[in-house]
C-alpha cells in the first residue's frame, strides 16, 4: 500500500515537473508509470491520465501566460479540434484492445522522440 501510494505521488511529482518545463503531457509519464509500475490495463491509464490534464495543464498556463508566453487566439481554435478529436480519440481507444493501444501509444512516442531529437 504505502509502495503504491510512493509511486502515485511521485509520478505526478514526475508528470507535472515535466509538463511545466517542457510542455508535454503529463501522459508521456503517467501512462507508462500506471501500466508498468501498478499494472493498469492502458485504457485505465489513459483515461486516467487524462482526468489530470486540467489541473496540470491551468497551472502551467497560468505561469507560462503570466510571463507573456501563450497565445490565447491561437489555443481558443486548437481547443476547437482537440476537443472533438479528444472525443473521437477516446471512443477507438475504448474499442481497441489494450495490445494494439499499447503498441499504439510506443510507436507514437518513439517516432515524436526521434522526430523531436533530429529536427531543426
Do not use: C, N
Amino acid at each position: 500500500m504505502i509502495y503504491e501510494a510512493i509511486i502515485i505521488i511521485g509520478t505526478g511529482l514526475a508528470a507535472g515537473f515535466f509538463s511545466g518545463l517542457m510542455g508535454v503531457g503529463g501522459g508521456t509519464i503517467t501512462i507508462p508509470a500506471l501500466v508498468l509500475l501498478l499494472g493498469a490495463t492502458q485504457q485505465l491509464a489513459q483515461g486516467t491520465s487524462l482526468a489530470l490534464i486540467i489541473p496540470t495543464a491551468i497551472i502551467g498556463a497560468y505561469a507560462y501566460h503570466k510571463r507573456g508566453y501563450v497565445h490565447i487566439d491561437k489555443a481558443l481554435w486548437i481547443v476547437l479540434g482537440a476537443v472533438l478529436g479528444a472525443f473521437f480519440g477516446a471512443q477507438l481507444a475504448a474499442l481497441l484492445p489494450g495490445f494494439w493501444l499499447k503498441k499504439i501509444f510506443a510507436a507514437f512516442a518513439i517516432f515524436l522522440s526521434v522526430k523531436m531529437f533530429l529536427g531543426r
